[in-house]
């Protein structure tokens, strides 16, 4: 390595590319002095490296410093080093003896064994000196960037990019899924361990996987112990990114350098194959370098004024992601970084769409204001690469910026934490919430029509990551956090839970037939509303987290995905299944416009008709729990290529049985039983339809949901 020969290089692309002839190196800092590229023989801790310092004059373009070296080849191994200012009230940072991962890194060696005290400011005597600077060295032990030939064999694969109104999102986590799926799978808690549960997804009829965060992060950044079992708690979620656009190497089965991009590469393409379209959650509100006492890794070695909202004290950092820093997204530089991070998941990678965590920090400017019009999120929502691609913004931040309904940048979807409390409200029983349901079931029109966009840019759920699962949500009234080592302080106190007579498990046979029909409405509710649907993966199954609302924590079987529950709750399970291919199957339900409440073709029924218990006109002041609809399936109203059904729906949330009076079925129709919640299995759903005693009345039992179709 010591005979390597250097050359200029280029600016353009950033990162470290194959040339044919050898790598070529670029890298962005505006302020550094100097740029010192490190390279290493083997991913071996200490391993002999060479250390090339880029001249100023020869190896620099503007703000872009970059080399090009012949004979190497993809494989190479290499960091940074940055010499500069250390001035932290005026914002800069740099550390020449902390090494620095390549923001445009696509893949790293294991961070398994890192040292983040070495990248902080932690001296070798163990004591903090101020804003992460010490002389001490960390080049030694820490993760190195690999040097990725994009080539691949994709067999013909492009994203898939199902229009919003047609799919069905699972979210899910890469390991968690599969990390105790059983002896049927041969690389458990991997993307290898995805692909072999495509026959399940096929099974269950979802069209889209949205994966908690796959970027490379640090699983060894939690410092707590469980104080139940005395196990070192870690970073499960991965909502603390250390490289963007690198895949985490701890989901592949094989764990050489550069493994988990070609592992990943084959489980989009898998994936695809079968149907199913890739969704990453993308964390661009703050990176895993955290406060001013947290470690250098990357960003704040580089260039600390520029990727981050700085407090008027620039030593300081502005919070408004919870997690010690804010990146500074609509920096023109940040700009370009974030595109450039979207597209290569796009065209090098395959996925078929993005959900942007804490989104509204992307539309804060450089002081941290919110902006009216965010550059970069009109960007995102423009990019002619990116024009078909899924883009899904939780539209909050720890800063107390709330935006759902309000995002900003044109085609934005948004988690609808409206549609999640207004159900979960409305199924725990709460008094006159029968109305807020109707908004829902109807595209929450309250919140998508005034800016043009449509009812399936309401991303509704009512369980996520972040929270309950749904069997926990009928199963216990307060959060048991305890395991997480903070006393059960961590994770939101606001749950709209019901435990249905036990905190907990029950061996009761009544509190279980009643926790499994209260899941059905929750899902039955979810897949017949107007908009885009998303459920939490394993609440098809009834999962349990033992009442855990926040396990980010908790890798182990907290987390992790019971398979055997399939089995047990079979019941549930079959009603899931049945229950999105009844949804798929009916255009009526993936409507591309709201309601009007009006007839659009002359057969004297309104695309949807609201009724009370009695089949009247509600007095929307007065609904309480008792709720009904009629919904003219006819092509003309919903804009599909064929009829579909008439559907009259009710809904019953109190604790006592109701007579609904039906409104008379289209001329030579009759109404049939598709769904009652209250049935056993298989009764509970019959997507033909059965027939009905009466085309009067219909009893709808209490806590119930029924669906009659014409």
Request: aromatic residues 12%.
């Amino acid at each position: 390595m010591n005979d390597l020969e250097l050359e200029t290089g280029k600016p353009l692309p950033l990162g470290a590319i194959p040339t044919g002839r050898g790598i070529n190196f670029a890298v962005f800092s505006r302020y550094a002095f100097s740029i010192i590229l490190v390279l290493f023989e083997s991913d071996r801790e200490g391993s002999p490296c060479r250390e090339i310092v880029l001249d100023p004059e020869k190896n620099r373009t503007g703000d872009i410093w970059h080399c090009h070296i012949p004979g190497l080849k993809a494989g190479a191994l290499y960091l940074y080093r940055a010499d500069g200012p250390y001035i932290p009230e005026r914002g800069f940072r740099f550390n020449v003896h902390k090494a620095l991962i390549d923001p445009y890194a696509k893949a790293l060696t294991s961070l398994s064994g890192w040292d983040m005290k070495a990248a902080s400011g932690y001296n070798s005597d163990g004591h903090y000196t101020d804003a992460s600077f010490s002389f001490r060295d960390n080049i030694r032990n820490s993760p190195r960037c690999v040097v990725i030939d994009d080539s691949f064999d994709w067999q013909g694969d492009r994203s898939l990019n199902y229009p919003l109104r047609h799919s069905v999102l699972y979210e899910t986590h890469v390991r968690g899924l599969s990390a105790r799926a059983g002896p049927e799978l041969r690389y458990p808690g991997t993307y290898r361990g995805v692909v072999e549960k495509i026959p399940y997804f096929k099974k269950l009829g979802i069209t889209s996987l949205e994966f908690l965060p796959i970027q490379e992060f640090n699983e060894n950044e939690v410092t707590r112990t469980n104080p139940a079992t005395g196990e070192t708690l870690t970073n499960y979620w991965g909502y603390s990114t250390v490289a963007f656009f690198a895949p985490k190497l701890s989901y592949s089965s094989d764990q050489s350098p550069g493994a988990a991009v070609r592992e990943f590469k084959e489980m989009v393409r898998e994936l695809h194959k079968a149907g199913l379209e890739v969704i990453l959650d993308i964390v661009f509100n703050h990176t895993a370098e955290g406060s001013e006492m947290g470690p250098t890794i990357s960003f704040r070695g580089f260039d600390n004024t520029i990727y981050y909202i700085l407090d008027e004290n620039k030593r300081y950092y502005r919070n408004y992601s919870g997690c010690g820093n804010t990146v500074n997204c609509n920096h023109p530089v940040i700009r370009t970084f974030i595109l450039d991070c979207l597209r290569y998941w796009v065209v090098e990678m395959h996925v078929d769409g993005f959900r942007f965590d804490l989104g509204s920090i992307l539309g804060r400017d450089q002081d941290g204001s919110i902006m009216e019009a965010p550059p970069v999120l009109q960007r995102i929502a423009e990019d002619p690469v990116l024009r078909h691609t899924k883009i899904i913004a939780e539209a909050w931040d720890a800063g107390g910026a709330y935006q759902v309904g309000w995002f900003p940048g044109g085609r934005w979807a948004e988690w609808n934490d409206r549609f999640r409390d207004d159900v979960r409200q409305y199924w725990r029983g709460g008094s006159g919430t029968a109305r807020h349901l109707a908004t829902r079931l109807a595209g929450s029109s309250d919140l998508y029509l005034r800016d043009g966009r449509k009812p399936f840019h309401s991303i509704n759920f009512f369980s996520s990551h972040d929270g309950f699962t749904l069997g926990d949500l009928v199963s216990y009234e307060r959060k048991h956090n305890e395991e997480n080592g903070e006393d059960n302080r961590d994770g939101s106190d606001n749950n709209l839970s019901a435990n249905y007579g036990t905190e907990g498990p029950s061996d009761d046979p009544f509190v279980k037939a009643l926790r499994e029909k209260i899941m059905k409405n929750f899902f039955a509710t979810l897949l017949l509303s107007q908009g885009t649907p998303m459920m939490l993966g394993g609440d098809e199954f009834g999962r349990t987290q033992k009442g855990n609302n926040n396990a980010y924590c908790q890798n182990n079987e907290i987390s992790w995905y019971d398979w055997s529950l399939v089995e047990t709750n079979r019941g549930l399970f079959r009603f899931v299944r049945k229950m999105i291919a009844f949804r798929l199957h009916h255009p009526a339900f993936m409507r591309p416009e709201f309601y009007t409440g009006r007839d659009g073709n002359y057969n004297s029924i309104p695309d949807i008709s609201w009724f009370d218990e009695t089949g009247t006109s509600p007095d929307w002041g007065k609904l309480d729990r008792f709720l009904a609809l009629r919904m003219d399936g006819s092509r003309a109203e919903t804009e599909a290529d064929r009829d579909d059904n008439d559907f009259f729906i009710m809904f019953n949330s109190s604790d006592s049985d109701q007579f609904f009076t039906l409104v008379p079925p289209a001329a030579g129709k009759t109404w049939l039983r598709a769904i009652d919640s209250s049935f056993p299995s298989p009764e509970d759903i019959i997507p033909e339809g059965a027939g009905l005693k009466s085309q009067n009345h219909y009893l709808v039992r209490s806590q119930s949901i029924a669906v009659l179709l014409s």
